[in-house]
């Protein structure tokens, strides 16, 4: 770089002028802000069109007061007797209508419900028909696109299928449809090696037979309890084979067990005619979804809870993609959505005052689990060592000011399985510093303990609180004898990764911290509520090494109890008989404190919803079956 | 100026090399898979899945052959697909959404530029002005409130006052000019904000170096008025260091796009790169981070032949 000593001259030769440049940039710079200066927003538009629809009804005023007062009488009457006639025609017709605007925080990685069910369940919903929903909390089921079941046998039961359904395309939604659908569950999980479904909803079918044109027959090698709730997901939703066959991408193969090889395929963009729901999909990008209503859609006659005869009240879905939960929650006070999500209960005030808002109280039914590991807490006495040294009443003061209860193995949102009350759970949840010290010194460890690190992931701010207060509960009481307690926290994916690391026998960490427990939902399987987490075969295994094979003794004599356990409760067809068994489950796992405990948790939680949504079915959200309720109306006047 | 040219662009390739390999680097040794994103269910899904994903992508291999193969597709323009599902191809991901990004980084440095050139300029002639206090005052607030705390604040509270909020439904330029500007206009003021203010700062004290030079007395002297003065001779040549100013800013940029688009949720480069680290999906990060690297380096030699333009004193 160097200075050129004749500047001038050589300016004058430049095609570019200094001051051509700078005009330049001004007249732009002008422009650009003329530009964003005349910028507006959609309220704008909003604005212009009260505007306009004002000046049009002053116009409409003024030819009304020069027309003839007879005229005006007759319109009157006309237009009287056409409202009154349209009100008998549809007594809804108020509540038709509408966009209902709701949010998710991702993109969805693709639409085939066999394959995934995260960020696309808003698609699945609305342009797929599921069998029907099932309402733990009310105990109740209410029939979508099945009219029937019946258990014939132990292990034969028979599904009726609504008759008069179709496709978008036209085509017949039939038995072969159903059982097709039902079908490719396990084939995709076998294909894939495991798909987002839930295998033990399948894993007792030997088939699923079309037995005629509108009845379904499932055949099973064992009784199973859940059937009928599994059957309730939208995994189980009626898919097209012949969309698939025609549009299905190449998934995998697998072996059936006479040795023929079939192929199986997905629709992960799911093409026109693969579903049968009240709506179809007419939008699907990087901002959002969109579904609006498909004019053919099927009656339910007569409709069960939730359900409306001539189809859903609202006429269209907009999903917007939103990451960030702050700014989910201005859209949400902006007015521009309207269903939020749970509210922490600290903040509740911030919503007060807020007209279109609907702050509803739901049951809490969240969980704080502390997983141990099995190859270090293999005597009982570690683990019961660990519960006792931990501050109940303190925690309950310090994280849930606003209300906090006991929680069992299996969730309080299912209380026809849910038998132990508050007074039995705190037999087993009492703090006792110096038991928790006698017990640790008492028992064997295999691998040296001196230092318990509760590992957690970053996600939660709450979490953190509540690892925190942990750590300083265990040291406070078992500090004294020499054992130190600290926090590790990092990133979701690292912690689910080291979470279930098995490249050794023991863990990197030595209490697995997760949930916060001050919210939660539920299938109405006690499975997934939450007896995964301690069944050896499943989390037990694969996060807490309480397994099977587990070289430490206890370990593996205790894991082949609690197998045989948990296959009896789930075997099991009456209802209380299942909730009995249940109720010796729990009450093992609590004596046995068996690879995790359950910090108290939050008794309510709060939900946001916009208060012109109207029969949302609070409790429908948190079971989730959220969003299949066609009986949801918008309110137009709020 | 033609051999310096050239001379920087053969440096291109190789700074991205450097890049590419750090971050990779970077991306391998932390713990976890994009099995964990891909899979999800850990509890009942079959070990042999993650195996099995391991295998598909090649992320059981050593990682100078999945590096080797990785930089051997870029070298083609093929930045690979996704590791998580739909398993996208990164290239076409990343070509949907750089516009909005681009969008909102130039109109991030178009408003920085003039509001904080205002403001120097502005503070710089009424010096020790109560206008000069209160721009300074201002800019110190400006430079240190961070830009997501700030975007946070533009988001939340005109919800909470008066039911607006400037995070909505995104639409592409195209399809609604006046309508996307007024989306993007408030990621750019937020990330505009501290650039401003810098740039207010650094433009008074190259003014007022100026304003006391010899050539600026000389020029009071032979009876100029204050505005020639001023326009004519000050603030020319005191532009040569705020344009490289704003080149350098746009890194700040481009970083700060990353947090904007996730909480303005814009569907943009940032964003995905975001995504790309949550899933530990390595193609998606390496293909995101080339293209702000790419985008930087260009940047600057941009700003390099624009000292040229501006001083034609200088010469490569």
Same mark, same amino acid.
């Given at each position: 770089?160097?200075?050129?000593?004749?500047?001038?001259?050589?300016?004058?030769?430049?095609?570019?002028?200094?001051?051509?440049?700078?005009?330049?940039?001004?007249?732009?710079?002008?422009?650009?802000?003329?530009?964003?200066?005349?910028?507006?927003?959609?309220?704008?538009?909003?604005?212009?069109?009260?505007?306009? *629809?004002?000046?049009?009804?002053?116009?409409?005023?003024?030819?009304?007061?020069?027309?003839?007062?007879?005229?005006?009488?007759?319109?009157?009457?006309?237009?009287?007797?056409?409202?009154?006639?349209?009100?008998?025609?549809?007594?809804?017709?108020?509540?038709?209508?509408?966009?209902?605007? !709701?949010?998710?925080?991702?993109?969805?990685?693709?639409?085939?419900?066999?394959?995934?069910?995260?960020?696309?369940?808003?698609?699945?919903?609305?342009?797929?028909?599921?069998?029907?929903?099932?309402?733990?909390?009310?105990?109740?089921?209410?029939?979508?696109?099945?009219?029937?079941?019946?258990?014939?046998?132990?292990?034969?039961?028979?599904?009726?299928?609504?008759?008069?359904?179709?496709?978008?395309?036209?085509?017949?939604?039939?038995?072969?449809?159903?059982?097709?659908?039902?079908?490719?569950?396990?084939?995709?999980?076998?294909?894939?090696?495991?798909?987002?479904?839930?295998?033990?909803?399948?894993?007792?079918?030997?088939?699923?037979?079309? *037995?005629?044109?509108? *009845?379904?027959?499932?055949?099973?090698?064992?009784?199973?309890?859940?059937?009928?709730?599994?059957?309730?997901?939208?995994?189980?939703?009626?898919?097209?084979?012949?969309?698939?066959?025609?549009?299905?991408?190449?998934?995998?193969?697998?072996?059936?067990?006479?040795?023929?090889?079939?192929?199986?395929?997905?629709?992960?963009?799911?093409?026109?005619?693969?579903?049968?729901?009240?709506?179809?999909?007419?939008?699907?990008?990087?901002?959002?979804?969109?579904?609006?209503?498909?004019?053919?859609?099927?009656?339910?006659?007569?409709?069960?809870?939730?359900?409306?005869?001539?189809?859903?009240?609202?006429?269209?879905?907009? *999903?917007?993609?939103?990451?960030?939960?702050?700014?989910?929650?201005?859209?949400?006070?902006?007015?521009?959505?309207?269903?939020?999500?749970?509210?922490?209960?600290?903040?509740?005030?911030?919503?007060?005052?807020?007209?279109?808002?609907?702050?509803?109280?739901?049951?809490?039914?969240?969980?704080?689990?502390?997983?141990?590991?099995?190859?270090?807490?293999?005597?009982?006495?570690?683990?019961?060592?660990?519960?006792?040294?931990?501050?109940?009443?303190?925690?309950?003061?310090?994280?849930?000011?606003?209300?906090?209860?006991?929680?069992?193995?299996?969730?309080?949102?299912?209380?026809?399985?849910?038998?132990?009350?508050?007074?039995?759970?705190?037999?087993?949840?009492?703090?006792?510093?110096?038991?928790?010290?006698?017990?640790?010194?008492?028992?064997?460890?295999?691998?040296?303990?001196?230092?318990?690190?509760?590992?957690?992931?970053?996600?939660?701010?709450?979490?953190?609180?509540?690892?925190?207060?942990?750590?300083? +509960?265990?040291?406070?009481?078992?500090?004294?004898?020499?054992?130190?307690?600290?926090?590790?926290?990092?990133?979701?994916?690292?912690?689910?990764?080291?979470?279930?690391?098995?490249?050794?026998?023991?863990?990197?960490?030595?209490?697995?911290?997760?949930?916060?427990?001050?919210?939660?939902?539920?299938?109405?399987?006690?499975?997934?509520?939450?007896?995964?987490?301690?069944?050896?075969?499943?989390?037990?295994?694969?996060?807490?090494?309480?397994?099977?094979?587990?070289?430490?003794?206890?370990?593996?004599?205790?894991?082949?109890?609690?197998?045989?356990?948990?296959?009896?409760?789930?075997?099991?067809?009456?209802?209380?008989?299942?909730?009995?068994?249940?109720?010796?489950?729990?009450?093992?796992?609590?004596?046995?404190?068996?690879?995790?405990?359950?910090?108290?948790?939050?008794?309510?939680?709060?939900?946001?919803?916009? +208060?012109?949504?109207?029969?949302?079915?609070?409790?429908?959200?948190?079971?989730?079956?959220?969003?299949?309720?066609?009986?949801?109306?918008?309110?137009?006047?709020? | 100026?033609?051999?310096?040219?050239?001379?920087?662009?053969?440096?291109?390739?190789?700074?991205?090399?450097?890049?590419?390999?750090?971050?990779?680097?970077?991306?391998?040794?932390?713990?976890?898979?994009?099995?964990?994103?891909?899979?999800?269910?850990?509890?009942?899904?079959?070990?042999?899945?993650?195996?099995?994903?391991?295998?598909?992508?090649?992320?059981?291999?050593?990682?100078?052959?999945?590096?080797?193969?990785?930089?051997?597709?870029?070298?083609?323009?093929?930045?690979?697909?996704?590791?998580?599902?739909?398993?996208?191809?990164?290239?076409?991901?990343?070509?949907?959404?750089?516009?909005?990004?681009?969008?909102?980084?130039?109109?991030?440095?178009?408003?920085?530029?003039?509001?904080?050139?205002?403001?120097?300029?502005?503070?710089?002639?009424?010096?020790?002005?109560?206008?000069?206090?209160?721009?300074?005052?201002?800019?110190?607030?400006?430079?240190?409130?961070?830009?997501?705390?700030?975007?946070? !604040?533009?988001?939340?509270?005109?919800?909470?006052?008066?039911?607006?909020?400037?995070?909505?439904?995104?639409?592409?330029?195209?399809?609604?000019?006046?309508?996307?500007?007024?989306?993007?206009?408030?990621?750019?003021?937020?990330?505009?904000?501290?650039?401003?203010?810098?740039?207010?700062?650094?433009?008074?004290?190259?003014?007022?170096?100026?304003?006391? +030079?010899?050539?600026?007395?000389?020029?009071?002297?032979?009876?100029?008025?204050?505005?020639?003065?001023?326009?004519?001779?000050?603030?020319?040549?005191?532009?040569?260091?705020?344009?490289?100013?704003?080149?350098?800013?746009?890194?700040?940029?481009?970083?700060?796009?990353?947090?904007?688009?996730?909480?303005?949720?814009?569907?943009?480069?940032?964003?995905?790169?975001?995504?790309?680290?949550?899933?530990?999906?390595?193609?998606?990060?390496?293909?995101?981070?080339?293209?702000?690297?790419?985008?930087?380096?260009?940047?600057?030699?941009?700003?390099?032949?624009?000292?040229?333009?501006?001083?034609?004193?200088?010469?490569?």
């Amino acid at each position: 770089m160097r200075d050129n000593e004749n500047y001038w001259q050589r300016l004058r030769r430049r095609p570019v002028t200094r001051r051509s440049f700078l005009v330049g940039s001004g007249v732009a710079a002008a422009g650009s802000a003329a530009i964003l200066a005349g910028c507006g927003d959609d309220d704008d538009d909003d604005t212009a069109a009260p505007a306009a *629809t004002q000046a049009a009804a002053a116009t409409q005023a003024a030819a009304a007061t020069e027309a003839a007062d007879d005229d005006q009488a007759a319109a009157a009457t006309e237009a009287a007797a056409a409202t009154e006639a349209a009100a008998q025609a549809d007594p809804d017709a108020d509540k038709r209508g509408g966009t209902l605007n !709701l949010w998710k925080t991702e993109e969805d990685a693709g639409l085939d419900p066999g394959v995934f069910h995260l960020n696309n369940t808003e698609v699945i919903y609305s342009t797929m028909t599921q069998p029907y929903t099932y309402q733990p909390t009310k105990n109740l089921i209410a029939m979508d696109g099945m009219v029937g079941f019946e258990q014939v046998d132990p292990t034969t039961f028979v599904w009726s299928i609504r008759p008069g359904m179709k496709f978008h395309n036209g085509d017949a939604v039939d038995s072969e449809a159903v059982a097709f659908s039902f079908g490719r569950l396990e084939k995709l999980y076998r294909a894939l090696d495991g798909t987002h479904t839930t295998r033990t909803g399948y894993a007792f079918v030997d088939s699923f037979e079309a *037995t005629d044109e509108l *009845t379904v027959a499932e055949h099973w090698a064992r009784p199973n309890a859940d059937a009928p709730i599994y059957r309730a997901r939208h995994y189980y939703s009626f898919l097209n084979p012949r969309v698939v066959e025609e549009h299905g991408k190449f998934e995998g193969s697998y072996e059936h067990a006479d040795g023929t090889v079939e192929d199986v395929y997905s629709v992960q963009e799911l093409p026109h005619g693969s579903g049968s729901g009240p709506y179809t999909l007419t939008k699907r990008d990087a901002t959002g979804t969109r579904v609006e209503r498909w004019p053919d859609y099927h009656k339910h006659t007569p409709a069960d809870d939730g359900f409306v005869e001539d189809g859903p009240y609202i006429d269209a879905w907009e *999903t917007r993609v939103i990451p960030d939960a702050v700014a989910a929650k201005a859209a949400f006070l902006a007015g521009d959505l309207d269903v939020f999500t749970t509210v922490d209960p600290l903040e509740v005030p911030e919503f007060e005052g807020q007209d279109h808002v609907n702050i509803v109280e739901i049951p809490g039914g969240g969980r704080a689990m502390q997983g141990m590991d099995g190859g270090k807490f293999h005597d009982k006495r570690s683990r019961q060592a660990l519960q006792k040294a931990f501050d109940y009443e303190g925690f309950i003061a310090a994280i849930r000011p606003l209300g906090g209860m006991y929680a069992a193995p299996i969730s309080d949102l299912l209380p026809a399985y849910q038998k132990l009350s508050q007074q039995d759970l705190q037999e087993w949840y009492r703090f006792d510093p110096a038991e928790a010290q006698a017990l640790w010194q008492a028992a064997d460890f295999e691998v040296p303990v001196d230092n318990i690190k509760i590992f957690q992931s970053t996600g939660a701010p709450l979490q953190h609180e509540i690892s925190d207060y942990m750590a300083q +509960s265990l040291a406070r009481a078992l500090g004294p004898i020499g054992i130190t307690a600290e926090v590790e926290a990092v990133d979701g994916n690292s912690w689910a990764a080291r979470a279930v690391d098995r490249s050794t026998d023991v863990k990197d960490w030595e209490i697995l911290s997760y949930g916060t427990g001050d919210r939660g939902s539920t299938t109405g399987i006690p499975n997934d509520s939450y007896l995964i987490d301690y069944d050896p075969r499943a989390y037990g295994f694969n996060a807490f090494n309480h397994y099977l094979e587990s070289p430490r003794k206890e370990i593996a004599e205790d894991s082949a109890t609690i197998i045989d356990m948990l296959n009896a409760q789930e075997a099991e067809t009456d209802p209380e008989a299942r909730a009995a068994l249940l109720t010796e489950v729990q009450t093992w796992i609590l004596d046995r404190h068996w690879c995790n405990w359950r910090l108290p948790v939050s008794s309510v939680a709060y939900f946001g919803f916009s +208060s012109r949504l109207q029969d949302q079915g609070v409790a429908d959200w948190v079971n989730l079956y959220d969003r299949r309720r066609e009986s949801m109306w918008l309110k137009k006047d709020a | 100026m033609t051999r310096y040219i050239v001379r920087r662009l053969i440096a291109v390739p190789f700074m991205l090399l450097g890049i590419s390999f750090v971050l990779f680097m970077l991306l391998y040794i932390r713990p976890g898979s994009a099995a964990f994103a891909a899979i999800g269910s850990v509890g009942d899904a079959d070990p042999r899945a993650f195996e099995k994903f391991e295998e598909r992508f090649g992320l059981d291999r050593p990682w100078w052959e999945q590096y080797g193969d990785w930089l051997w597709g870029a070298i083609q323009g093929d930045l690979g697909e996704r590791l998580t599902p739909p398993h996208d191809d990164v290239m076409g991901d990343i070509i949907e959404v750089l516009p909005n990004t681009l969008e909102i980084g130039l109109l991030t440095i178009f408003i920085s530029a003039v509001i904080g050139i205002s403001v120097g300029v502005l503070s710089a002639v009424r010096r020790n002005s109560i206008l000069d206090y209160a721009f300074r005052g201002i800019t110190i607030m400006g430079i240190s409130i961070p830009n997501f705390w700030f975007a946070i !604040l533009v988001i939340y509270l005109p919800a909470l006052w008066w039911g607006w909020t400037p995070a909505r439904q995104w639409v592409v330029f195209t399809d609604d000019p006046i309508y996307n500007l007024s989306l993007a206009v408030w990621p750019a003021v937020t990330l505009a904000l501290a650039s401003a203010a810098g740039m207010a700062r650094f433009v008074r004290t190259s003014m007022l170096e100026v304003l006391f +030079s010899d050539y600026v007395r000389t020029a009071r002297a032979k009876g100029l008025r204050d505005r020639s003065v001023i326009w004519g001779h000050v603030f020319r040549n005191s532009l040569i260091p705020v344009i490289t100013l704003v080149g350098l800013q746009l890194g700040a940029v481009l970083g700060g796009v990353v947090i904007a688009e996730q909480l303005f949720t814009v569907p943009g480069l940032g964003r995905l790169s975001l995504e790309g680290v949550t899933d530990q999906d390595y193609p998606v990060v390496l293909g995101t981070i080339m293209v702000f690297s790419f985008v930087f380096v260009l940047v600057t030699l941009l700003v390099d032949i624009l000292y040229t333009v501006i001083d034609p004193r200088i010469r490569y």
